[in-house]
């Protein structure tokens, strides 16, 4: 079946720092479309990024992604990290068979230190 | 402004009671979905249900079942809680096609 893979359960940069936090899929759908939440402490998830088009960077609030198709990937990127960034980061694809089904990856916890 | 509520936030109930979880949308969504979030596990998903009357099971389904009698109203039920059901629910909905998840505030559910 479908599944997300968030290898880092945490992560830990110094601010102002490049962080990137890895996503990579498993699908047999066609139609697929990217997503990247982010959870503030005691917050609900929020969505941060959506992508369906291959190789087509996607950028919000500094952060941006690309869909590679090629290497089943979406990873989350920011080029300097600040001390709000501090969240947990999920991953997640829906499938396009006409249902809204969901594949969330495990999350990871980014630090950003001062 | 588009909106997913959540009654109660918190719950404090002993072993073996009955627990019912409302969650509401505004948006008319058609698809709503129950989760529970544990550290270190994510989000799992307990049930989706795709219209009124229309649900299915997720990947932790034992335990629990729910209730969709109108498009904006969709209940979680623990029938006779257990200690391990202690967790944190999150209730979203999706407009469908690929859309976002829009997610309610969480409900803080401590079983003794």
């Known amino acids: 079946g479908d599944s997300v893979t968030q290898t880092e359960g945490l992560v830990t940069v110094t601010e102002g720092l490049p962080v990137k936090l890895n996503c990579t899929y498993q699908?047999?759908?066609?139609?697929?479309?990217f997503f990247w939440y982010v959870q503030y402490l005691n917050e609900a998830p929020q969505v941060l990024l959506r992508?369906?088009?291959?190789?087509k960077r996607t950028e919000h609030q500094g952060f941006h992604a690309t869909l590679h198709k090629s290497s089943s990937s979406f990873h989350l990127q920011k080029s300097s990290a600040q001390l709000s960034d501090s969240a947990l980061y999920y991953c997640?694809?829906?499938?396009?068979?006409?249902?809204?089904?969901?594949?969330f990856g495990k999350g990871t916890s980014l630090t950003v230190i001062p | 402004d588009m909106k997913v509520t959540q009654m109660p936030r918190y719950l404090i109930k002993r072993m073996g009671e009955n627990v019912l979880l409302e969650c509401g949308q505004d948006?008319?969504?058609?698809?709503m979905y129950w989760y529970r979030q544990d550290p270190g596990l994510g989000l799992q998903l307990i049930y989706i249900?795709?219209?009124?009357?229309?649900?299915s099971e997720g990947d932790i389904p034992k335990g629990y079942r729910v209730s969709r009698k109108k498009r904006e109203h969709f209940s979680l039920i623990l029938d006779s809680a257990k200690t391990n059901q202690t967790s944190v629910y999150f209730c979203?909905?999706?407009?469908?096609?690929?859309?976002?998840?829009?997610f309610g505030p969480g409900t803080r559910l401590l079983v003794l």
């Open positions: 699908t047999t759908y066609l139609t697929i479309a």
């Open positions: 249900s795709y219209d009124v009357d229309s649900n």
């Open positions: 992508s369906s088009t291959d190789n």
């Open positions: 948006m008319s969504h058609e698809t």
């Open positions: 997640a694809l829906s499938e396009g068979t006409g249902y809204q089904n969901f594949y």
């Open positions: 979203a909905s999706s407009p469908g096609n690929q859309d976002t998840q829009y």
